[in-house]
Each structure stands twice: as C-alpha cells, then as structure tokens.
C-alpha cells in the first residue's frame, strides 16, 4: 500500500500586512517615574523615545484581532479562504486553548487549523518559516501570520535594567501561493544552553506557590554581545542563502531590541547607503514577536518603503532562538 501524498504551490509570498498599537503613550518622562533612569540615557542607549501599553478594554486578544483585520484587508483574500494561522506571542496567558483558534473563529477563518508558537523575539520569523513550508507542501493555501504581545504584563516596573525596554502591540501578515519566489529559505537555530540570559524569574506554579509574578529577566549585557556578533553573522547568512548581496536589498527591518543593536548588525552586514532601515524602535518600544511586521506595515504606510521592495528580517531573542529570511514586500 503506497500513502499518498500531496504538494502545494510552487512559491510562496506575503499578500498583507497590518498592525494594531494600543492606545496609552508611556514616554521616558513616565518611565522615569518608575525607574531611576533619564530620558537622555534611555534615548542614548536604547533609541526609545516612548512606547506603548495596553489601556482598559484593549489586550493581546483586541491587538492581534485588529492587526489581522488589516492584514487580510491589505492581502485581498476573504477571511474564509485562510485555512491556517499561526500566533506568535508569549504574552497570552491562557496555556490552553491557544489565541490562534480563537482568533481564526473571530475572523471567520472558520475551521482553519489554528495553533501558537512560542519563540519570543524570533517567533515572527519561525511562523513565515512554518507558513512558508505549509504553502509549499500543499497544507494550506493562504496562512495568516500574528505577532502579538503585551510584554508590559511580564515586565517588572522597578527592574531599572529591562523596564525601559518592553512594551506592546501586534503585526500580521497574509501569505499565500505566488508564481516568483518572496520567501527565501529560513535561516534558523537555538542555544538552549543560553536560555538563562533572558528568561521568567519564576513559572506559574512558582508564581502561585510563592505569590510572586513571572516578570522577564534579561543579562542585557550578553544578549547585545550575542545579537551583534553570533545574529549579525546569522544575516550574512541569510543573503547568501537567499543568492543576494547587501546591495541588492531595499530595506533592513531587524527585530526592534535596541537602536545600538540594529546599527551594529549595518557595520557587520556593511549595507549600502540606500537601504532602508527599520527604526520603529523609537516610538514603540521592544514588543518582541510584534517589532518586525509592525516596522513593516509601518515602512509602507509611510511611503519609506514599497511594494515590491526586497527586505531582510531577522528576528532573535528568548531561547536564545534567532530566525529570517529574505522577503518580498508586499
Ligand atoms: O528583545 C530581545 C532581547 N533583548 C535585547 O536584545 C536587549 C539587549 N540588550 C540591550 O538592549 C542593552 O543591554 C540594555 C539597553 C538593556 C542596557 O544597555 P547597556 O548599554 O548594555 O547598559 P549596561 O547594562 O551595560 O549598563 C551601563 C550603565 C551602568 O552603569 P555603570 O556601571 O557604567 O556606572 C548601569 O548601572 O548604565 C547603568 N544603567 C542605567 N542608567 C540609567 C543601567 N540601566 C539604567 C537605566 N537608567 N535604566
């Protein structure tokens, strides 16, 4: 007896992207009214400017709702004819059922498999892997991508070293079959043997026990270390795999950590003058599996970037896993 067996398009790419921002501004002015800090250092060091959290009535359930409506609007395709989707997010706090069913239903994907991953910082780019591959192998026909965190519930306003950095939002894309190739092969790991470098400081069930919340904690110091050198390396990586020089490509769109990180990764990867590079950073803050489809909706709502447009993304952090791929704009 022979199984049979199934393949899908031959190539894959994005058809949309959108993104939701919650409501409440929290400048440095603010922020230094819960940590001793300065709006000079935190500017200097980082590049933030202000960030946002999640205000009454709005949650990663409303942000990864309202990024996906824009998403599957942009995309052109109806909400029935997305058969999967993916949620990235480490910051729904429900540990069963996962946001992605939920979602689908609400979107009227209905009976599209639906599931979460969780890969932090990198969690975008492992989900336009996966969805990538689902095309491909003929799974599914058009997946629907969220990255969606409220980091502002997990972060610890008196830790002076990480509450400057973390905030909220949501980005999503539709992908879906093409005839010329916008997805290249992924670039992708883990260092397990990391992990302590960022992690919670406790699970539930020690959150429970000892009444204690799981903030995140982060050795900022090695994670910047690893991210300039071992990610940076990773991103040559991923143009080489792609067939690209630095010259070929239009933007640079790293995952949002640190405005220092992003330009150490331009001095590695020596980019030219002409690619442009995602700064969202400044005025949203690190919300981790969000940052980069965010960046991206936000570069060509601004006209900085277009359709069309070749684009390097790189996600990295919590794992330490790390992810991208050359795209397509869409
Ligand atoms: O999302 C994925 C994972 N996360 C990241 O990629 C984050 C990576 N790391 C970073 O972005 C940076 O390490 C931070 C922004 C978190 C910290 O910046 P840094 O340049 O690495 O600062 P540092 O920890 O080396 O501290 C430098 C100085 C220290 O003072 P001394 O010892 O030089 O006198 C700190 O005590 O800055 C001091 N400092 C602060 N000063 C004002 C530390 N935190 C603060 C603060 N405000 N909030």
Redesign the pocket.
């Known amino acids: 007896m022979t199984l049979l067996a199934r393949t899908g398009a031959r190539y894959a790419r994005i058809l949309g992207v959108g993104r939701a921002l919650p409501s409440r501004v929290v400048d440095n002015a603010e922020m230094c009214t819960y940590?001793d800090?300065?709006d000079e250092?935190i500017r200097q060091?980082?590049g933030i400017v202000e960030r946002r959290w999640i205000a009454d009535g709005e949650s990663v359930e409303t942000l990864a709702r309202d990024a996906s409506l824009e998403a599957i609007a942009n995309s052109g395709v109806a909400p029935a004819d997305i058969d999967a989707v993916i949620v990235s997010t480490v910051s729904y706090f429900h540990q069963t059922p996962g946001l992605a069913p939920k979602l689908a239903f609400q979107l009227g994907a209905i009976g599209a498999a639906a599931y979460d991953i969780s890969a932090a910082?990198a969690g975008f780019c492992y989900a336009i892997a996966q969805a990538e591959a689902l095309i491909r192998s003929g799974a599914a026909t058009h997946v629907l991508v969220v990255g969606a965190e409220t980091l502002s519930r997990l972060t610890d306003l008196s830790d002076?070293?990480t509450a400057?950095?973390f905030a909220d939002g949501a980005g999503a894309v539709v992908i879906g079959p093409s005839d010329v190739n916008g997805i290249s092969p992924v670039v992708w790991g883990s260092d397990g043997e990391a992990g302590p470098t960022?992690h919670q400081a406790t699970d539930w069930e020690g959150a429970v026990r000892d009444q204690t919340w799981p903030y995140i904690w982060?050795d900022?110091?090695q994670?910047?270390r690893w991210?300039s050198g071992f990610v940076a390396d990773a991103a040559l990586d991923i143009l080489e795999k792609s067939g690209l020089t630095p010259d070929d490509l239009d933007t640079f769109i790293p995952?949002q950590?640190?405005n220092r990180?992003t330009d150490a990764m331009l001095r590695h990867l020596k980019l030219p003058e002409h690619v442009k590079v995602a700064r969202s950073i400044v005025n949203y803050g690190?919300n981790?599996a969000a940052s980069i489809p965010i960046a991206m909706s936000e570069m060509l709502a601004s006209g900085e970037a277009k359709s069309g447009d070749t684009a390097l993304i790189i996600g990295?952090?919590a794992g330490l896993v790390y992810a991208g791929q050359v795209v397509t704009l869409p």
């Open positions: 940590i800090s300065s250092w060091r980082t910082c002076r070293s400057f950095l960022i982060m900022g110091r994670v910047f991210a995952h950590a640190n990180i690190n981790s990295f952090g």
